[in-house]
């Protein structure tokens, strides 16, 4: 099997279970606020983390060497993943996947402040022609505007800044310290937050199988999409992971009866060229 058959098959993993998430997330939104998925999800997570790293035998590379970045990677994590789940519960599931697609710009953008990388002038362009997809998934005008849209953009700021802050952590920490770090502190901040009001809800036996589906789903996600980066370069795996907004939007008009509107595979094309131009630019400038 050649390698980008292979990253394929890890890429349809990563899509089936972004989708899985969503989907559950949307159905225990009815009894669960975002910060209680947060801290249930975060549960599911420490289970699989703990269980996974002992089986293989890598519990005890487990440090606490950068607890302050762990902690602010963290932070954003949470943010954003709390935006990601409202955003989910308030728009069409298509919009939210389109706007978070926009997460690579945003790193284009902040890396020159956090890494002291340069930024570059196919760079900007790249923000730029990222940003006019965002206006067009988007459509901003005062009838339009809502909370959800906010969140859905906003939520691909956190992820970005997760994604350079993730970027410094593995140039000391292993995989298993990421994700042991991950699971254990959002597990905290969502029993702070969920707690805060004084009343936490218990997911009900109907819910807890999505819970547990969250949980399970979003590991799962992210591991796939590691494993099909470490096979095959982004140049390769980015246009199989857009496959994500059709399947999605699919999704979204097959169970909840949302609209597929051209308007935003419109604006989402213009942010995968953007990001596209991006990464191949950036091969040809590493091979030179």
């Known amino acids: 099997m050649n390698t980008t058959l292979q990253a394929a098959l890890w890429m349809i993993g990563a899509i089936c279970s972004f989708t899985l998430m969503a989907v559950a997330g949307r159905t225990v939104s009815i009894e669960l606020d975002t910060f209680e998925i947060m801290l249930f999800r975060s549960l599911t ?95 901003p005008d005062p009838s339009n505007i809502n909370a959800g849209l906010v969140a859905a953009a906003s939520c ?38 969920a707690g805060i009001d004084g009343d936490i809800a218990v997911p009900s036996q109907a819910a807890l199988p999505w819970v547990i589906l969250i949980g399970c789903a979003g590991l799962l996600a992210h591991f796939c999409l590691t494993k099909a980066l470490s096979i095959a370069p982004a140049s390769i795996v980015m246009p199989i992971d857009f496959v994500r907004l059709p399947t999605i939007a699919v999704v979204g008009m097959l169970i909840y009866d949302e609209p597929i509107e051209v308007w935003i595979f419109a604006g989402a094309a213009l942010i995968f060229a953007a990001n596209y131009i991006n990464i191949t630019q950036a091969n040809k400038s590493a091979k030179t």
Request: hydrophobic share 55%.
């Open 45 to 139: 997570g420490i289970a699989i983390v703990i269980g996974v790293a002992s089986y293989v035998g890598t519990l005890r590379k487990i440090s606490a060497n950068r607890l302050g970045l762990h902690t602010t990677r963290n932070i954003c994590h949470f943010t954003g993943q709390n935006l990601w789940f409202y955003a989910i519960t308030t728009i069409p599931l298509a919009q939210v996947f389109a706007l978070e697609f926009t997460t690579p710009i945003w790193v284009i953008l902040l890396s020159p402040l956090l890494l002291k990388e340069r930024l570059t002038s196919i760079g900007l362009f790249c923000a730029g022609l990222g940003f006019v997809g965002i206006l067009m998934v988007a459509r």
């Open 156 to 193: 691909a700021v956190f992820f970005a800044l997760t994604a350079i802050f993730t970027r410094k952590l593995t140039q000391t920490e292993n995989i298993t310290t990421i994700l042991f770090y991950l699971t254990v502190m959002q597990a905290v901040f969502g029993l702070i937050c």
